[in-house]
């Protein structure tokens, strides 16, 4: 179907993490220069049944399913936010993706998450060694979404059998492909083959090649180009231990980093688990995960206690205030609207905990 496009040519990408890939830190890369985002990986099943919701006060659109947080975007990524989707099934993956298209500028196939979890349910890395499946699943999303569909493997350990697969894939119609530049067995302690992606390259003609693997910074690129000829690339652990990895000006420091991954967790009210894990995540060096400041973002209960270690209480205070305030606005506005009779029920549904209390 045609629809929305997205030029994938020449774009430094933020890689599919999971865990670590959720809004505030896709708008934190954005806002230090990457181009185009990944969501983490979603479950075909896990996103269907998802009920879309405008969050007054944090401006996203969340999707629940019950109480559970599915996927969170907000304006500030419109036109750049790709959402990864695990799937081992044509139609729940078209299901999936019809339930979220209208808040994301494509939809990308994961076939290359080599987890137990994946492998065993036919998603991910067992897609590469059923063509098959895979080829059905792509053409159903192709032939009935109008956004543009990708895809995201791993290279197979013989080379014709890479070839072979890309061919197929890009017949397709899906409108780029990612490599990433390891067989399902290598983990990122291994070298990236970035040999292996110039067969892909030659093969894969009417679409761009995203590199991934071993890009941790900008200043990586211009040697991958050279050698590989690859269109663009994807940044996953340079992003994760840094989110500035994306700047042309190189890196900031690790305090920089994340005093902005900080406020915009705070802008968007993120769940206080997963800012905490982020923040766990982002810099592994033996001195800092030794250190006081390491052990009190560790030993932290709540979004406020990662602020004061940094510094941020009163930019938290201000904030949240101000959510407080859009929250009760809107509350109030839907009960003037709707009959008396419904005003308890509204109240109650609105007055439920933020995302950072859950």
Known sequence: MS?????????????????????????????YGADLVWSEELVDKRVIGSVRRVNPATN??????GTSLTFSTHADEAGKIILQLGTADPDLALEAALTVKQDVVGIDVNCGCPKKFSIQGGMGAALLTNPEKLKKILVNLVNNLDIPVTCKIRILENRQDTIDLVKMIESTGVKALTVHCRTR???????????????????????????NGDILTQEDIPRARELTNVSSFMIARGAQYNPSAFRKEGLVSYEEAVEAYLKKCVDVDNMFQNTKYVLLSMNTDPQHTRSERYRRIQQSKSTLALCEIFGLEEYHKKV????????????????????SEEADATTTGLSKKSKTEQ
């Open 3 to 31: 629809g929305t496009s997205i030029d994938y040519s020449n774009k430094v990408i933020l890689a599919p993490m999971v865990r670590v890939g959720t809004l505030p830190f896709r708008l934190t890369t954005l806002a």
């Open 60 to 65: 996203t659109i969340d999707y629940y399913k």
């Open 185 to 211: 067995d290598q983990r990122s302690t291994e070298k990236a083959n970035w040999e292996a992606i110039k067969d892909v390259v030659n093969t894969v003609k009417s679409i761009p090649v995203i590199l």
């Open 320 to 339: 949240t205030g101000k959510q407080r305030e859009r929250r009760k606005a809107a509350q109030d506005s839907v009960i003037a609207k709707r009959p």
